[in-house]
């Protein structure tokens, strides 16, 4: 069957007065039905750009999506009318925000915030989405929701707005959910909570989850396939078992080896990755990775890499690991 | 045992909360901070754990008397910090210095990074002219960073170049004791790993002693000797790191261990998580007994009603819970 989203060679770079920020320089990646995948990458790689580009919600006039295919269902969702658009957000594909207090509108009740949707997309009454509204909060497990679903978002707490966002994201059964860091800003026990949430609510209802975030941790524990995003690009994809037990870009394998471990006897050092992630706006030619690589070979200078098949259903875009020489996973 | 630098005995920090705009009237108290006592001692690094609003960053401010106690002790070089003046402080607060959480927020826009590390030089009046530039450079060095960055102004700098200005301005007077305030937590995993480095590279070289505050559990037992679990302004357990990850006995230290995700799918897959129920209460209007009783899925019905004790369950690990009280004194 033919992965519900497919999204190759997107471009979306924003027009700033430094320059052209490539935040998103041709990256390509597709979501199977009732699957969980995992962007992932540290801030500024284009992980958030990328998902805000599939509901076209990239702010204009600065950022522009320069070119690229959204496969959503067949459908090209580049070719879209705004109107048509709209009838998608919330309706077919929906996203739940980092911030839930400045992603929720503070004048409007958690029940009308969602049943704007069920309204719209649904033609419900305002009783009818209320009533909805209330089914919704009781399931993503919010106390008296009768009671709650009249009161405004600074009411509710950290772990309860975004268990509210989650209600506003599903409350139409969405094909597919995008998650955009979803737990950063909540405690370790809340974010079990809502991640364990937002598990079972998609499993329950067959929906499809782009979960993004730049936690390690969560990708491991939640997430089937992984794409690692690096100054724009994808680096490194495949089965998460495979990538984090054999990571063939050398990114990847710092990432993992820059994270003290509860499981593992502890370290004397962390390895951490030497330098800073490269300005998006004067990109070097050859690899973008290069200047923070221990790996590199002059090739990398000179020719940028292109994502290739390392072992089967794992790519890479490093010339390193594309001539078989992976030193990073001896350690 | 090494002997201990600071001493805190019976700590408590209650904010008051008021009602009305002119007789304001006292309807209640935060306790941000409730009977804490422990000790850090030289050349160690103390990880302090719990989740947002337990009262950690409260309780090391109190310590450096940067927020004045409502009562307790804080003992230090034979002296109760709580005790003394404004003016008497100044000399000890070159000894007991702090890194920021916020590098974006902790550093003055308009100052210089020369400026901003050779601040604490200029107020305790230690050096001036060639030495002052001397020992600014030293300290930019120190972090791993250029002299001629010296010039420069925050906002040229990267958010972990901050951090280490952060860290070079805390250094600048040699204290013996950092508190360190969730100093990695706005930065990015791959430069995470490099302040750690250099806070570690720091404590062998000058054998400076870290409060080292975080809600990341990973990290703190990869920097701590000893850890300290908060939960609502009071100490759930005190032990040694590896005693306390190998055999946490606390049921809130043992959820919030189960709760960190380990970077590895297939240890993950195999992983029985506990979820814990329900989200921290208010501390204006804690729950009686035990304060982790509400959430607690070991609970049983003395909980509400006794406050457990810190008691030593063998080998100096401590433990607040009724679960390991067998009788009271």
Redesign the interface.
């Known amino acids: 069957m033919a992965p519900l989203l497919e999204v190759r060679n997107l471009k979306t770079y924003f027009y700033t007065q430094d320059g052209v920020v490539k935040a998103v320089d041709g990256v390509s990646y597709d979501v199977n039905r009732g699957e969980t995948i995992a962007l992932v990458g540290?801030?500024g790689c284009g992980k958030t750009v990328s998902a805000l580009s599939i509901l076209r919600l990239v702010a204009e006039p600065a950022g522009k999506i320069i070119s690229g295919e959204m496969l959503f269902d067949g459908i090209d969702l580049l070719k879209l009318s705004k109107d048509d658009m709209r009838k998608m957000r919330g309706a077919k594909i929906s996203i739940i925000f980092q911030e839930p207090l400045t992603s929720l509108n503070p004048v409007l009740t958690i029940g009308r915030q969602i049943s704007e949707g069920l309204e719209f997309h649904k033609n419900m009454s305002i009783q009818e989405g209320m009533e909805e509204a209330t089914r919704l909060l009781k399931m993503v497990g919010i106390p008296h929701p009768e009671r709650r679903v009249y009161d405004f978002p600074h009411q509710f707490?950290g772990?309860?707005r975004q268990r509210a966002m989650i209600a506003i994201a599903i409350a139409c059964q969405p094909q597919l959910i995008i998650a955009d860091e979803p737990t950063t800003v909540v405690?370790?026990?809340?974010?079990?909570?809502l991640l364990?949430l937002i598990r079972n609510i998609t499993k329950e209802l067959n929906t499809s989850l782009i979960l993004i975030t730049?936690?390690?941790?969560?990708?491991?524990?939640y997430a089937l396939r992984v794409f690692v995003m690096y100054a724009g690009n994808i680096v490194e994809h495949g089965k998460?078992?495979d990538v984090?037990?054999s990571p063939c870009h050398p990114y990847t394998a710092?990432?993992?080896g820059?994270?003290?471990?509860?499981?593992e006897p502890?370290?004397a050092?962390?390895?951490?990755?030497?330098g800073?992630?490269p300005d998006l706006i004067s990109l070097p030619a050859g690899c973008s990775f290069q200047a923070r690589c221990a790996y590199s070979v002059p090739q990398c200078l000179r020719e940028k890499p292109v994502l290739t098949e390392i072992e089967p259903n794992h790519y890479a875009a490093c010339w390193v690991s594309q001539k078989g020489l992976r030193e990073w996973q001896k350690q | 045992m090494a002997e201990a630098i600071i001493e805190v005995n019976n700590l408590a920090k209650y904010f008051p909360v008021t009602r009305g705009l002119f007789h304001q009237k006292k309807i209640a108290d935060v306790k941000a901070v409730d009977g804490v006592s422990f000790a850090i001692h030289k050349g160690e690094t103390l990880g302090l754990v719990g989740e947002s609003g337990c009262g950690k960053t409260t309780l090391g401010k109190c310590i450096l008397q940067l927020i004045r106690p409502t009562s307790g002790e804080v003992i230090f070089e034979g002296r109760d910090l709580c005790e003394l003046s404004d003016k008497e402080l100044v000399p000890v607060r070159a000894k007991l210095q702090m890194i920021f959480q916020d590098p974006y927020d902790s550093l003055d826009p308009r100052f210089t990074a020369t400026d901003i590390i050779g601040e604490p030089l200029r107020i305790h009046k230690i050096s001036r002219g060639k030495e002052y530039n001397d020992r600014v450079a030293e300290l930019l060095e120190l972090v791993g960073l250029a002299p001629y960055m010296g010039e420069r102004y925050p906002h040229e700098f990267s958010g972990g170049q901050r951090q280490r200005l952060g860290i070079a301005r805390a250094l600048a007077l040699q204290p013996q004791f950092i508190m360190c305030d969730e100093p990695i937590s706005a930065l990015d995993v791959s430069i995470q790993a490099q302040i750690i480095n250099l806070l570690d590279d720091l404590q062998q070289k000058f054998g400076v002693s870290y409060l080292f505050i975080s809600h990341d559990l990973s990290v703190v037992r990869h920097l701590s000797d000893r850890v300290v679990v908060m939960y609502l302004g009071k100490v759930m357990e005190i032990s040694n790191r590896d005693e306390l990850y190998k055999n946490p006995l606390h049921p809130y230290t043992q959820a919030l261990l189960s709760a960190v995700p380990i970077p590895d799918p297939a240890v993950e897959m195999k992983r029985q998580v506990i979820v814990l129920q329900g989200e921290v209460p208010s501390p204006m209007n804690p729950p009686s007994g035990c304060v982790f009783h509400p959430r607690c899925y070991r609970a049983f019905a003395d909980c509400p009603k006794t406050i457990p004790i810190l008691a030593d369950a063998g080998g100096g690990h401590q433990v607040a819970c009724l679960l390991y009280e067998t009788s009271r004194p």
């Not at chain 1, 405690?187 to 909570?193: A, L, N, P, S």
């Not at chain 1, 730049?214 to 524990?221: E, K, M, P, S």
């Open positions: 540290e801030s707490s772990g309860m405690d370790v026990t809340i974010q079990v909570q364990e730049h936690n390690l941790g969560i990708v491991a524990r998460a078992l984090y037990h710092g990432l993992l820059s994270v003290p471990r509860l499981d502890r370290k050092r962390l390895q951490p990755i030497e800073q992630p």
